[in-house]
């Protein structure tokens, strides 16, 4: 057994589903008393327990609304887990929204800087990587024109460029590797692989079987917010591919 990394234990995950809104105090106490005020309870997950070692590359697979993208935020911290917990030993970097922390009246030169920041890195690191950021995105001269006049696909590419240039203990990854277009998403893989390659930890998503084989060495299945069957890739994703298929 190697060293263990990742640890979910009974984690589990309420929203409030109800879309009533009300505009002041005495409209809520109205609809409360009339019971027009309902809670609708929503569990995205439950009862969801699993051990990820050091170095292994863990894919998560499931379909639309299974919970994967839910997990992938409470390991990565961005939301609380109503119930259970969760403890990860080591650096994380998480690449859920690529440029989510991007300020659009900055230049990309400047968010580069503010993006890499709120990534921990020193600003002497980034100083050193600078050049090869702008390189892999392929941005080139628009380095320095505000990321307003941006498209959505070069800002996905300064996002995954900047969140890959370094290399994390934990490294978490939602579908980011349909970014860009065939050419950039082949490079994107050449990448994931080279740190795939060293002894860095990874829980993938992705709706592409093939990646998921390609990239990982053990995977969960969720259905519904519940963990079905967690093992090695090739036992999870036949499974998981069969159940598809019956369900045609």
Known sequence: MGETVIKVENVGMEFNLSQEKTDNLKEYVIKLIKRELMYQSFWAL???????????????????????STLLKLISGVMKPTEGTITLKGMISPLLELGAGFDHNYTGRENIYLNGAMLGYPKEFIESKFDEIVEFAEIGDFIDVPLKNYSSGMIARLGFSIATVV??????????????????????????????????????????????????????????????????????????????????
């Open 46 to 68: 439950q009862n969801i327990s699993f051990e990820v070692e050091k170095g292994d590359k863990v894919g998560i697979l499931g379909l639309n609304g299974a919970g994967k």
């Open 167 to 248: 290399e994390p203990k934990i490294l978490i990854l939602d579908e980011v590797l349909s970014v860009g277009d065939a050419k950039f998403r082949e490079k994107s893989e050449q990448r994931m692989k080279s740190l795939l390659n060293k002894d860095v930890t990874v829980l993938f998503v992705s709706h592409s079987l093939d990646q998921v084989r390609n990239l990982c060495n053990k995977a969960l299945w969720l259905e519904k917010g519940k963990l079905v069957m967690q093992g090695s890739v090739e036992e999870v994703s036949a499974s998981y591919e069969e159940s598809i298929h019956q369900a045609k």
